[in-house]
């Protein structure tokens, strides 16, 4: 395994062990099965582990939280995965058509080679087992790059894969950017990246310059629709969840809300009631998660205190007082009211525990502001009218969506994830995280007699007749 430390020849020089080993002996189904089972062993048996190392890289992280958004999402893609994959590995049946008859088709997915993953901080195990699952189900070998931002968590990932896999069929780098981005330069045969668009731009340049096809989780603005029909009681709840959850630090939580002016006042009242019962002194506040470090919450500070020069009124959703001594980087959950298009709450991607809650006139306006930016990771729609939800998902292009609820989609092994766009391009979860990490390989097999006997030059004569025959016969 590679140390913090490692040097660009070194990366290489892993990079083409992991090659030499796949070229060597293709991963078997039971092999694939083997691992899988064996991760899923050696995981569930260091949860305890995973949640102290991403809560000190954190400051601080619900345990529950780690529990529910890391351990209980990767068991269950290990566990659906082993089920589904015979059925997934199977040959597709095709039609040859008549044209080519005798002859059959079928479509093999093999696997491509050495994958590169790149995972980010925020949830920095489900991020980097989620597309290593998938990789090791498809049949390759895997290169992982956890997050310098998440050391600690990192050491646990190398650990735990050290332990599961030999070295020569995962291998795990650590290291910062300037490691990032030689490995970004390798000639894998596909570069799974999560993390920020602006990131994603980099990581994608590099990886063209070898050809190599990219998935790309990115972010963005995510927007949570309230209809005029929602039920506002069960809306605050939900979207109090979604934006809260691991204090707004995730890519599909609601990064904005729209809802009517009439009721907005209401929606930012009950809100702040369910901030209030769910994080307070009382109940020790353990389950409030921290900022990751003192960059994301000065960035987080920032936008804050652009809100207030700009004159937007910003309503703390829970009593800073409330909050515990001893604990760094707590940032309030705050509501900003009405900002501005340009203001950087509405600009750029929050990933913390700010919700900009903003009017509108018209359900069509609302649906005009979101068509018009950058097609958001997630959406969330909420209402009890079906034809106001019709109108949403009719109109809006998004790389998942939410129909009363948020995060959800994210959970479904039966549904794709992934974004389009700013947000995103590829998929990945259950049988689409396998497809991306497979070639679908088409094979044609001929039988006798064959056409391309007939069907040669000179064409003269007959040649000539069936020539003329197929082209009129489609």
């Avoid at 994608?204 to 506002?232: C, D, F, W």
């Amino acid at each position: 395994m590679l140390k913090p430390n490692d040097s660009q020849p070194d990366l290489r020089a892993t990079f083409d062990t992991l090659r030499a080993a796949w070229l060597e002996t293709r991963p078997s189904y039971a092999q694939r099965v083997d691992d899988l089972k064996r991760l899923q062993r050696a995981f569930g048996q260091r949860l305890d582990e995973m949640i102290e190392a991403i809560s000190a890289d954190f400051g601080h992280r619900s345990r529950h939280e780690s529990l529910l958004g890391e351990g209980s999402v990767v068991l269950s893609e290990i566990k659906h995965t082993q089920r589904m994959l015979k059925s997934w590995m199977k040959p597709e049946r095709r039609s040859a058509g008549w044209k080519l008859l005798p002859a059959s088709a079928e479509i093999r997915h093999v696997p491509l080679g050495v994958v590169g993953i790149i995972a980010p901080w925020n949830y920095p195990v489900n991020l980097a087992l989620a597309p290593l699952v998938a990789a090791i189900a498809a049949g390759n070998h895997v290169f992982l790059k956890p997050s310098e931002h998440t050391p600690r968590t990192a050491a646990f990932l190398q650990s735990l894969l050290a332990e599961v896999f030999p070295p020569a069929r995962v291998a795990v780098a650590q290291g910062g950017t300037e490691l990032s981005a030689a490995f970004s330069e390798l000639p894998f045969d596909h570069l799974f990246f999560t993390g920020s668009t602006a990131v994603g731009r980099k990581v994608m340049a590099a990886a063209a310059r070898n050809l190599t096809p990219v998935t790309l989780e990115l972010g963005g603005k995510s927007p949570a629709i309230v209809a005029p029909s929602a039920n506002l009681e069960r809306t605050a709840r939900r979207i109090a969840t979604g934006k809260f959850f691991n204090a707004g630090q995730t890519c599909i939580a609601p990064d904005y809300v729209l809802v009517p002016q009439q009721k907005r006042d209401e929606l930012v009242r009950l809100v702040k009631q369910e901030v209030s019962a769910r994080y307070n002194a009382r109940q020790g506040f353990d389950d409030y998660t921290s900022i990751v470090n003192d960059g994301q919450f000065a960035r987080l500070s920032g936008l804050l205190d652009d809100a207030a020069v700009r004159g937007h009124e910003r309503v703390p959703l829970l009593d800073i007082a409330t909050l515990p001594a001893g604990r760094e980087r707590l940032l309030a959950p705050t509501a900003v009211l009405d900002p501005a298009p340009d203001s950087a709450v509405m600009r750029d991607e929050i990933f913390g525990p700010i919700l900009p809650i903003v009017g509108y006139a018209s359900l069509d306006q609302a649906i005009a502001y979101v068509v018009e930016r950058d097609r958001p990771l997630a959406l969330y729609c909420f209402g009890d009218d079906k034809a106001e939800i019709e109108t949403m998902l009719s109109r809006i292009v998004a790389g998942g969506v939410c129909v009363n609820d948020t995060l959800y989609q994210f959970a479904c092994a039966n549904l794709p994830f992934g974004g389009v766009g700013a947000s995103g391009m590829g998929h990945y979860h259950g049988r689409e995280g396998f497809l991306t990490f497979s070639k679908a390989m088409p094979v044609l097999r001929k039988y006798e007699p064959s056409a391309s006997d007939l069907i040669r030059p000179p064409y003269k004569g007959l040649t000539d007749w069936l020539v003329r025959l197929v082209t009129k016969l489609h």
